[in-house]
């Protein structure tokens, strides 16, 4: 079975944001062109395996089946929509963010 991919605009702005700074502030755009490519092979591979990724170890979280993919030093969240074969990436955020904090206090785009 195949899935699509969406990303809420919030993720498609973390990722950006990634990006750049890696780009503009530490002046590597190779390194930021790598993450890129890496953010962009493992979200496509959930349009096979949209459970490959284990649920957030979180009670909140799991209630709401988030899912999390670790790329370099980022965090992918994203929830997998049955009924529609969808996966939608919700956040993109670096793993020392309080990332937990940001989830739990933000609404969950509806299927």
Do not use: C
Request: charged share 25%.
């Amino acid at each position: 079975m195949s899935y699509t991919v969406r990303m809420t605009a919030k993720a498609e702005q973390d990722l950006i944001e990634a990006v750049d700074y890696i780009a503009l502030t530490f002046f590597n755009p190779q390194a930021a062109d790598e993450l890129l490519h890496r953010v962009e092979d493992a979200v496509g591979k959930l349009t096979f395996i949209s459970k490959k990724y284990k649920i957030v170890d979180d009670p909140i979280l799991a209630a709401w089946e988030i899912r999390l993919i670790v790329v370099q030093r980022y965090l992918v969240f994203y929830r997998v929509d049955e009924e529609a074969n969808t996966v939608i990436i919700l956040r993109f955020l670096y793993v020392k963010r309080n990332w937990m904090s940001i989830l739990q206090n933000e609404p969950m785009p509806a299927f």
